[in-house]
Nanobody
Framework: QVHLVESGGRSVQAGGSLRRSCVVS????????MGWFRQAPEKEREGLAY????????HYANTVKGRLTISKDNWKNTLYLEMDSLKPEDTAMYYC????????????????????WGQGTQVTVSS
């Protein structure tokens, strides 16, 4: 069993930056392909960023490219998301997610390809 636990939510001013973290626990014997998603009220869950199991390959949604950076530290079993130049429209619940080992779909930002999910934490960006 794999568990993902995210850092606490925060409120920030527009233009600010935020670093999110997500700790993987349970079966950490295999590194996982992972991603970050977000869901705003009354909207579909949106894939933001993907990272390969070894942390070498990354992929971003066009809507956030250039403002978000995904990374991971496999020694610490931790996934990160650096968010810069935040805008009010970035306000949403943010989720980290992982794919089942042996089933990595390269560059996927589709929620259907992810089996493990964090609890979600709120990010609020004020103007």
């Amino acid at each position: 069993q794999v568990h993902l636990v995210e850092s606490g939510g925060r409120s920030v001013q527009a233009g600010g930056s935020l670093r999110r973290s997500c700790v993987v626990s349970g079966d950490t014997s295999n590194n996982y392909c992972m991603g970050w998603f977000r869901q705003a009220p009354e909207k579909e869950r949106e894939g933001l960023a993907y990272i390969s199991s070894d942390g070498v390959l990354t992929h971003y949604a066009n809507t956030v490219k250039g403002r978000l950076t995904i990374s991971k530290d496999n020694w610490k079993n931790t996934l990160y998301l650096e968010m810069d130049s935040l805008k009010p429209e970035d306000t949403a619940m943010y989720y980290c997610a992982g794919m089942r080992k042996g089933t990595c779909v390269v560059r996927s930002l589709s929620r259907d390809d992810y089996s493990y999910w964090g609890q979600g934490t709120q990010v609020t960006v004020s103007s």
